[in-house]
């Protein structure tokens, strides 16, 4: 069976990460997929958000790292998974994601299988990185790949 993780990642987090190494205890394949939506541009462009993320898998067979555009079911369904995966770090996440992995399941029938942040990790988002780096701030911690620092 194949999960899908889906995201902006930008950038890809050290929360990220471990969402994806804990999925791989569940599933055999993960693909990631880097959502790029063109009214939404990122801190960092697709193509270095997908460098950075296929250099972190590299040696690691069981990951597939891949960009998309359009709905994430429909870009799920299309490299072959069969679950989708979310991180949730809480209250307000859960609900986002709940009503998130609702739709999901009533447009497509694709289950999503929603893990909780670590607690050390809860406080990491990509937004909070982000503005962390506008404001010259070393983000080297909170950050997995080759992402400009």
Not at 31 to 47: D, L, Q, R, T
Not at 72 to 99: K, P
Not at 121 to 131: C, G, P
Request: proline share 4%; charged share 25%.
């Amino acid at each position: 069976m194949k999960a899908f993780f889906a995201g902006s990642f930008d950038p890809f987090t050290i929360g990220h990460e471990a969402i994806v190494r804990r999925s791989l205890r569940l599933f055999p394949k993960i693909v990631i997929g880097i959502g790029y939506n063109e009214h939404k541009p990122g801190e960092w462009s697709v193509e270095q958000r997908l460098k950075a993320i296929c250099e972190i898998y590299a040696d690691n067979p069981d990951v597939e790292v891949i960009s998309y555009t359009g709905l994430t079911v429909d870009a799920a369904r299309r490299c072959g998974a069969s679950v989708l995966i979310r991180g949730v770090r809480g209250n307000i996440d859960f609900e986002y994601e709940r009503n998130l992995a609702d739709t999901n399941r009533e447009i497509s029938g694709m289950e999503t299988v929603l893990l909780i942040s670590e607690p050390d990790l809860a406080f990491i988002s990509s937004s909070m990185v982000r503005e962390l780096f506008h404001n010259g701030h070393d983000i080297s911690k909170y950050i997995v790949g080759s992402f400009p620092r």
